[in-house]
């Protein structure tokens, strides 16, 4: 079965850095794109990034010029480097992809970024 599995979070202070890691099992990861997604307290989940199949990848404005978005299909992971954090990142962040007519999410992983 698809299962995603998401790594890295923590607490880090403003301006810091973390990486996130997303492990794919359960489908042909190299054949479709993959998302990362967040939720801060009170608010919906909004698409951070994604990047597709061949590579090409999209950031919500917030973040453009501080989060790279990347994958290693050799390993069926996907990665978000986040930098210049700041404390509005704040949020469980969740890996997805979309399969067929079904969306797959990780369990998520807490980032929270202290002023």
């Known amino acids: 079965q698809v299962q995603l599995v998401e790594s890295g979070g923590g607490l880090v202070q403003a301006g810091g850095s973390l990486r996130l890691s997303c492990a794919a099992s359960?489908?042909?990861?190299?054949?479709?794109?993959m998302g990362w997604y967040r939720q801060a307290p009170g608010k919906q989940r909004e698409l951070v990034a994604s990047?597709?199949?061949?590579?090409?990848?999209n950031y919500v404005d917030s973040v453009k010029g501080r989060f790279t978005i990347s994958r290693d299909n050799a390993k069926n992971t996907a990665y978000l480097q986040m930098n210049s954090l700041k404390p509005e990142d704040t949020a469980v962040y969740y890996c997805?992809?979309?399969?067929?007519?079904?969306?797959?999410w990780g369990q998520g992983t807490q980032v929270t970024v202290s002023s």
């Open positions: 997805n992809v979309y399969l067929g007519r079904n969306d797959y």
């Open positions: 359960g489908f042909a990861f190299r054949l479709y794109a």
């Open positions: 990047i597709g199949d061949g590579g090409t990848t």
